[in-house]
């Protein structure tokens, strides 16, 4: 039977819960626990799928199909290993599911309430997964923060394990912020310290404290949120900023977070950091930097693409380079065209996923732009199908070539709807979603990027591209090298002739790893590299356009 490690969080969103539950769960994966992690999110959507991306961040899906939160692609990415539809739970899940019981009449008449029915299926969900992945211990992480009325029934469900399962197999770790005021130049304790005590009213008292701040926390701090929470000193966790997400699990070990959980949950395996060291060193500050432009719409939350992000610093660190990644806001370009010379200042430019028309111009003008100068191009899923439509138009003359997502009526349909969404009325959970396999031409780029013909990757479309101009493509030297289901869904575009020209349908950035970069992200960073290196940058400034992440 596995143990469960609660992760909860205080004062505010945003303080890096995900990354610090990644973190402790590699540190217990290093120690040679069997570990998985699970989101629970409290929003009544059934799944991410429907959630806008500026408001929620990136939409993770997995390789069973789940769309999932985002914190599913950190738990993938320092854990190395797959998750499932299953590792993200919501209260939209929790009530149908009961819902659905009482219309059964599973019940036998009851009054169905939060407790206990609900409860009793959060519960249920839990204990169910952590047989499911046959772990030793399943680290739980609850998304909001304390004292959200959406996240009571799943508080009060970790206290109800607590007291069924004992003290021995499960913990509480709670993540909580120490602002600092500039003008008073002190780190603040105060909101932990209500935090906790609205913990505390729910019946939890934390084992763990782990403090976010800008700096290090200092020892009179760490004495006083022990003093006022009621928790060791030595279980006071400071957690400051980090140049890179990679050195948190070094920085929480050498702060001592391992040695209360090693203890309240009886493990006694040794920690070993030696292979996760030599991940996080490659993160360090290298000589060589190159600039990288994302081309989109939801340029306001950086978390909208942070598998793209993530995916890049993965092949940048594995290429010995830093990556200084911008925006440039795709409707800014469509309003002003004197912008699109911002392009020839990058080393690369990468149109990643999207939907809707909003916007679009400027991606199909930004992709002819890339082609044109020969700066290094990387289209993913939307950004694959735009970059045909913007070949359809300036090479092959098809003026009027669109998507018909876009422009249903369009002349040239080069992107289309898949054959069997044309019925599809719900929106949620309806796409093409989820791990498909890929098979690779030779010869081509693609097959000497992966080196082997057949690869899986993550799919999250609606659209495909029109086969029937596949032949006008190829004459023009635009090369369509992977293909899946049989050959109906083309995979992978790259053009001849050009530095580096390719887009994929599938999102390569899901799969990414810091140990294992997916090979098409290092081969358009290695191109990217080779540009720095061959030009000279220009001085001029970017202007506004272009906002750093």
Not at 227 to 256: A, W
Not at 401 to 419: Q, R, S, W
Request: aromatic share 8%.
């Amino acid at each position: 039977m596995p143990k469960y490690l609660f992760v909860t969080g205080g004062v505010m969103s945003g303080l890096g819960k995900g990354v610090i539950t990644s973190s402790v769960a590699k540190l217990l994966q290093l120690s040679g626990v069997d570990v998985s992690c699970l989101k629970i999110d409290p929003y009544l959507n059934f799944d991410a799928g429907t959630m806008n991306p500026v408001t929620h961040g990136e939409v993770f899906v997995t390789d069973d199909g789940g769309e999932t939160d985002m914190d599913l692609g950190n738990y993938e990415r320092f854990l190395n290993r797959d998750m499932s539809r299953a590792n993200n739970i919501t209260t939209g899940q929790i009530y149908k599911k009961v819902i659905d019981d009482e219309r059964k009449g599973r019940f036998l008449g009851k009054s169905v309430q939060i407790i206990p029915h609900v409860t009793d299926e959060i519960k249920r969900r839990i204990r169910e997964q952590g047989r499911r992945e046959r772990v030793g211990v399943l680290v739980v992480e609850c998304g909001g923060t304390v004292g959200d009325i959406e996240s009571l029934p799943f508080l009060e469900a970790f206290r109800q394990m607590r007291m069924e399962e004992g003290s021995s197999k499960t913990l509480f770790l709670h993540v909580s912020l120490a602002p600092e005021l500039s003008v008073v130049g002190e780190m603040k304790t105060k909101p932990t310290q209500h935090s906790v005590q609205e913990m505390r009213r729910i019946g939890i008292q934390p084992d763990v404290i782990v403090i976010r701040g800008t700096r290090a926390l200092p020892t009179e701090a760490k004495e006083k949120i022990s003093l006022f929470t009621s928790v060791p000193i030595g279980n006071v966790i400071s957690d400051p900023d980090v140049d890179s997400i990679y050195q948190v699990p070094r920085l929480l070990e050498r702060e001592g977070v391992l040695k209360p959980i090693h203890k309240q949950l009886k493990i006694k395996s040794r920690l070993s950091m030696r292979e996760w060291n030599k991940v996080a060193e490659r993160f360090a500050d290298h000589e060589a930097t190159i600039r990288v432009a994302l081309v989109g719409k939801y340029a306001s939350l950086a978390d909208s693409y942070v598998s793209v992000n993530q995916a890049l610093m993965h092949a940048c660190a594995v290429n010995g380079v830093n990556a200084r990644i911008s925006w440039i806001e795709s409707e800014e370009i469509e309003k002003d065209e004197t912008k699109l010379e911002l392009i020839d200042t990058f080393d690369g430019i990468v149109i990643p996923q999207g939907f809707g028309s909003r916007g679009i111009e400027g991606k199909i003008a930004a992709a002819n732009k890339a082609r044109v100068l020969g700066v290094p191009f990387l289209g993913l899923c939307f950004g694959f199908q735009l970059a045909s439509v913007s070949f359809a138009r300036h090479v092959l003359g098809f003026k009027d070539a669109n998507t018909t997502e876009v422009d249903p009526t369009t002349p040239h349909p080069v992107i289309d709807l898949l054959p069997e969404q044309r019925e599809v009325t719900d929106l949620g959970g309806t796409m093409r979603l989820g791990g498909h396999d890929v098979f690779l031409k030779r010869p081509s780029r693609a097959f000497e990027i992966y080196h082997k013909e057949k690869i899986r990757e993550r799919h999250r479309h609606r659209f495909e591209l029109n086969q029937k101009y596949l032949k006008k493509f190829e004459e023009k030297g635009m090369r369509y090298t992977a293909f899946s289901d049989n050959g109906r869904r083309a995979e992978i575009m790259e053009l001849e002739g050009h530095p580096f020209y390719m887009g994929t349908q599938f999102h390569p950035e899901y799969v990414s790893r810091p140990e294992n970069p997916e090979p098409i992200y290092v081969a358009f960073i290695t191109a990217c590299l080779k540009r720095s290196e061959g030009i000279s940058r220009k001085s001029e400034k970017v202007g506004t356009l272009v906002r750093r992440v």
